[in-house]
């Protein structure tokens, strides 16, 4: 089992950044990556990208990939998203979730736990 | 607009089966494993099913999960009022080298 515990919700102003991190604690997570799902009020899921916990591998979506950055710190288990040139479009719930980062590159993720989710609003 | 297609909604009454469609291309479903999610109203989604038909860790065999082309299945059989919620279907798509997952289909029990 592995708990995520994320940071609190956030308010911005359109092009501003925001960091969100998520804290691993329970089972190993080696070999795991955790990857950003976002949803905005009142809409589906969509996939942002991930990052290995081992060794800071990153895939991005395109669609995000010229504003966002992935780190981790593996002393304290933690895994921040660092999304820039907020707009209001990206107001949404943003979730950290693991996946085992072989299943991404073989075409089979599947997204076992979740951290509670952080509330990004964008607002001028 | 989803890449992956599913109904907006669907309804069925209590000890009733339904199934939820999740449609979508060669690049997609028809050549990946398939994920599928439950969302309670204001939780995080939960893994029901991956890699197309084996259940998460428990997870009850009410649920259930198939494929056949390019279209994916998630069936629940002996409904309770407490599978009402929002699935989601999701995979890997060749193409657009990302996940992706289905806009969701919203389950009324009645």
């Known amino acids: 089992q592995v708990k995520l515990v994320q940071s609190g919700p956030e308010v911005k102003k359109p092009g501003a950044s925001v960091v969100v991190s998520c804290t691993a604690s329970?089972?190993?997570?080696?070999?795991?990556?955790v990857s950003w799902i976002r949803q905005a009020p009142g809409h589906g899921l969509e996939w942002m990208g991930c990052?290995?916990?081992?060794?800071?591998?990153?895939k991005y979506s395109q669609k995000v990939q010229d504003r966002v950055s992935m780190t981790t710190d593996t002393s304290t288990r933690t895994v921040f998203l660092d999304f820039r040139g907020l707009r209001s479009d990206d107001t949404a719930i943003y979730y950290c979730?693991?996946?085992?980062?072989?299943?991404?590159?073989?075409?089979?993720?599947?997204?076992?736990?979740w951290g509670q989710g952080t509330l990004v609003t964008v607002s001028s | 607009q989803s890449v992956l297609t599913q109904p907006p909604s669907v309804s069925a009454t209590p000890g009733q089966k339904v199934t939820i469609s999740c449609s979508g291309s060669?690049?997609?479903?028809?050549?990946?494993?398939i994920s599928w999610y439950q969302q309670l109203p204001g939780t995080a989604p939960k893994l029901l099913i991956y890699?197309?038909?084996k259940r998460s860790s428990g997870i009850p065999d009410r649920f259930s999960g198939s494929k056949s082309g390019t279209e994916a299945t998630l069936g629940i059989t002996g409904l309770q009022t407490g599978d009402e919620a929002d699935y989601y279907c999701?995979?890997?798509?060749?193409?657009?080298?990302?996940?992706?997952f289905g806009g969701g289909t919203k389950l009324t029990v009645l």
């Open positions: 999701g995979t890997w798509d060749n193409k657009l080298n990302v996940v992706i």
């Open positions: 329970g089972d190993a997570l080696s070999g795991f990556a």
């Open positions: 990052i290995t916990v081992d060794n800071g591998n990153t």
């Open positions: 060669t690049s997609n479903v028809g050549s990946n494993y």
């Open positions: 890699d197309t038909n």
């Open positions: 979730t693991t996946v085992n980062w072989l299943d991404i590159l073989t075409g089979s993720p599947s997204f076992a736990f």
